[in-house]
């Protein structure tokens, strides 16, 4: 139960990184997937910051479309929830279809 709430909690946070993400540079003009890949830092006065929200990186196709994103957790935050990091990744519609979440040792949570 704790899982699926902190997860539930995670997904909350990164619909909301993309929905209003602030500071962003783009760190790979081609990437795997023939596109940008951005990345956003938030600091402490930041809201995703108060979220929770470290660091995302969203991967970007040739399209300009999204297909994966990465989103870092906050320290605190992630000690709490066990959870350092989680990758979405997207259809061509925008829609998750499938995540992966690791936990403080960088290991793939099943």
């Not at 929905?19 to 006065?45: F, M, R």
């Not at 989103?71 to 995540?99: F, R």
Request: no cysteine; glycine share 8%; hydrophobic share 35%.
């Amino acid at each position: 139960m704790k899982k699926i709430t902190y997860t539930a909690v995670v997904i909350l946070l990164v619909i909301a990184v993309y929905a209003s993400a602030e500071t962003e540079k783009i760190i790979n003009t081609s990437n795997e997937y023939g596109g940008k890949t951005k990345e956003s830092v938030y600091l402490p006065s930041d809201e995703q910051h108060k979220q929770g929200i470290m660091k995302v990186i969203d991967y970007y196709d040739g399209d300009g479309k999204v297909v994966k994103g990465e989103v870092y957790l906050v320290d605190d935050y992630a000690k709490k929830a066990g959870i350092m990091k989680v990758i979405d990744y997207y259809d061509s519609d925008g829609k998750v279809v499938k995540q992966e979440s690791y936990d403080l040792k960088g290991n793939k949570i099943p």
